[in-house]
């Protein structure tokens, strides 16, 4: 456990030099062949010891020793040279973009810092994760009372991000159904926390396996962490192939679990845990230690990504969503109002996606004043509505929806009622929260 704390401290360091980190080529010295020798075999030692599969950890060793005895390593002194060709070699037998091997001297190892460089290592972690809100994007609740939350990314600072997690869920703990935007969601750490807001009582995620311990590591929820929030309404998860790590954790487990429903594209695909590891001379190498252990369901999504319930491209995947909802919700609505108030919030849907109006020929037969006012008149080509109810002299420009119904503003909407002439005489107000108004036209 202690050795874990130590890479997870210098995957903090790595973290804040990342600026300065893998992108840029390090000022290089040469190195004996004695301490290529010594780096090679510190390889070998942290891929025997650490790569997840162990026969490939074994071919991997046993082509780099077939390489340093060839001598295909001794005119390899510069170090930023030697870290490129040893990962281009590991990768040649076994390819795993997760292995990475650098040349990073301004990095120490944890073990090396004092109380108080480690203190402050963190410290400049949290101001950084703060100034990005933890990741937390976005909050809101959609037309139909339907939550919406764009995570970007799963912190590791669990304790400091608890109120702003806590926060998003709670203003949204009153909506009808939860859309949990991943799809520029790239991973990190700690998904059990999250996932923990989403049971009432305690349930198994996955089980792991990892190359520091001999044993199972299982993940569960934990009811006694989210202060009695529990949010039990319907989950949908959007995701895309930008989605991955913890965050592809995340929609697996609750995908497994019967808990959400996954939309969009397939997830990057990346399931195994990494760690920065010291090679010692200022060599680092990236290799990943733990993977999930797949079951009946769940199943573990290295290379293949985790396939959502409905595939749709992620640009697109919001919407579809919303119309998932809407249409579930129309089908479960008690009365007419739920079904009216679920229809408005489908119409409001419709229209932001509807770029074009019907025909002035068509949009003419709605022109005219109806009671207490209100006038609709045709400008540019767009139905216009002055409505004196307002208590203003504000002109609202009416948004699609179908040939005869129309947004007026943010809580009506506007239809259109033939009358048995076939003429349009009249029309319904449409309100928010179910409501309807008749309105006949006076001239």
């Not at 203190?119 to 959609?142: C, D, M, T």
């Not at 520091?212 to 959007?238: A, E, H, Q």
């Not at 090679?279 to 797949?294: E, N």
């Not at 948004?399 to 003429?423: P, R, Y």
Request: aromatic share 10%.
């Amino acid at each position: 456990m202690k050795e874990f704390i130590h890479i997870t401290l210098f995957l903090v360091f790595v973290t804040l030099l990342n600026n300065n980190g893998f992108s840029q080529t390090k000022p290089a010295r040469s190195l004996t062949a004695t301490q290529v020798n010594t780096l090679v075999d510190s390889l070998f030692n942290l891929l025997r010891n650490h790569y997840i599969y162990s026969d490939k950890a074994k071919a991997m060793v046993g082509y780099l020793n077939d390489q340093l005895k060839r001598g295909n390593y001794k005119d390899f002194a510069d170090p930023n040279k030697l870290a490129a060709k040893l990962e281009s070699d590991i990768r040649h037998i076994n390819y795993d973009s997760h292995l990475h091997v650098a040349f990073e001297p301004d990095l120490r190892a944890p073990k090396e810092l004092s109380a108080a460089e480690r203190k402050q290592a963190i410290a400049e972690q949290l101001v950084g994760e703060r100034e990005n809100n933890f990741n937390f994007r976005k909050a809101e609740v959609l037309p139909g009372n339907i939550g919406y939350l764009r995570i970007d990314g799963f912190t590791g600072l669990i304790e400091e991000a608890r109120p702003t997690l806590k926060g998003s869920l709670a203003f949204l703990s009153n909506t009808k159904a939860l859309i949990i935007d991943l799809r520029f969601n790239g991973g990190g750490s700690n998904i059990e926390q999250f996932s923990s807001y989403f049971f009432k009582h305690k349930e198994h995620l996955f089980d792991q396996i990892s190359t520091f311990s001999t044993d199972t590591i299982s993940l569960f929820t934990d009811p006694k962490v989210t202060d009695d929030l529990t949010l039990l309404m319907p989950v949908y998860i959007l995701i895309s192939k930008k989605t991955a790590s913890a965050a592809e954790a995340f929609a697996a487990a609750l995908q497994g679990l019967k808990r959400a429903v996954l939309i969009g594209d397939t997830t990057l695909g990346a399931s195994h845990m990494t760690a920065f590891f010291s090679m010692g001379q200022g060599f680092i190498a990236k290799v990943p230690f733990a993977r999930p252990i797949s079951t009946s369901s769940f199943k573990d999504w290295e290379g293949t990504g985790v396939i959502p319930d409905i595939s749709i491209p992620a640009l697109n995947a919001l919407q579809k969503t919303q119309t998932v909802i809407f249409q579930d919700l129309l089908a479960k609505a008690n009365n007419d109002k739920e079904k009216r108030t679920t229809q408005w919030a489908i119409n409001t849907l419709n229209a932001e996606q509807n770029l074009s109006n019907p025909p002035v020929n068509v949009l003419n037969k709605y022109t005219g004043v109806y009671t207490g006012g209100i006038n609709f008149y045709i400008e540019a080509g767009n139905l216009l509505c002055r409505n004196p109810e307002r208590g203003g002299t504000d002109v609202f420009k009416m948004k699609t929806v179908s040939d005869h119904t129309f947004l007026l503003d943010e809580n009506a909407q506007i239809e259109f009622v033939k009358d048995a002439s076939g003429k349009y005489s009249s029309l319904k107000m449409l309100w928010k929260d179910g409501n309807i108004t008749e309105k006949s036209k006076e001239k």
